[in-house]
């Protein structure tokens, strides 16, 4: 894609991309009664010389080059500057790094810039030849959330399905180390993708509010309705991220309490091999005077008094239920 591109809309809708951009911003022409986007790619050397002559001042350069955003809206005179998110679609890209969209919005003038591709954008502009364009500033930047939300919820919904899978195969023997580190990647995108998106539902609340002149009554409903679609969407992620901490406290006890069992075992097989050690090493001191000593039968007698005192103490430890438990599984 062009690292600079024009479009033009009339009041109607009607337009579509027009040629290469004024070097200023102010000389971007737009037609009567409607507006004029570019659309910057900055991460080029065409995109940074366009936007450091494009005569913005100090305040709106600084927001539009900013190396790192976070989704929010604010009035700058008769302007409003915005940043927005999308998910991380392109290839060999993570979809929870995602990918930041820089506005300048006026009257007769939308800027946008970026410094990776995002898909919304795209979308946006692939959609201005199945049918009319927008038709107000306000709608273009309507139209870019709603595309985002868009790209969004597929991701979503496979960390959903990703989550059923984990709680039916959440017991302490099947969940093995990948599944482990499947619950991790998954409690780590939500969290990183719920970061932003419940500050991209403020940024769109809040210009939905403002009270600017080019900001007309169908504007605000598509940016009410793309409000909406942001909130599902993190509410969505952060049930997500309970369901994954559920699952692993799930596990976790499952965990323990196989380990409980597994050292309760052994310390019922110690409690009973305890006093046969005691006895067996008490028998194998080496002084004189030991009782048998002369008997031939001696030996199967100690073995047979060892054999009954540990089946005795196996019968009582059975009987008061330290065993019970462990021998039912």
Known sequence: MDEVLTFAFGPDGSGGRSAAAAARAADVAAPEGGFAWVHVNASGPVGQDW???????????????????????????????????????????????????????????????????????????????????????????????????????????????RIDDLEETSDAEGFGARLRGELADIRRMAILMRRYMFPQRDALSSLEIEDVPWLDSHARARLREATERVTRLAEELDAIRDRAQVVHDMVMDLRSEAMNRQMLLLSVVSAIFLPLGFLTGLLGINVGGMPGAQNPWAFWIVVALLVALAGGLFWLFRKLGFLGAKLDK
């Open 51 to 161: 936007l450091a002559g494009a005569g913005f001042d100090t305040i709106t350069l600084a927001a539009l080059t900013a190396s790192e955003t976070r989704p929010r809206a604010t009035v700058h005179g008769d302007t409003v500057l915005m940043n927005l998110r999308g998910v991380n679609l392109n290839p060999g890209a993570e979809p929870e790094d995602m990918v930041s969209l820089r506005l300048f919005i006026s009257a007769r003038l939308v800027v946008t810039v970026e410094r990776r591709e995002l898909n919304a954008v795209d979308d946006v502009i692939a959609g201005f030849a199945r049918g009319a364009g927008p038709a107000s500033p306000g709608d273009l930047v309507a139209r870019i959330a709603l595309r985002s939300a868009d790209r969004a919820e597929p991701v979503v919904a496979r960390l959903n399905e």
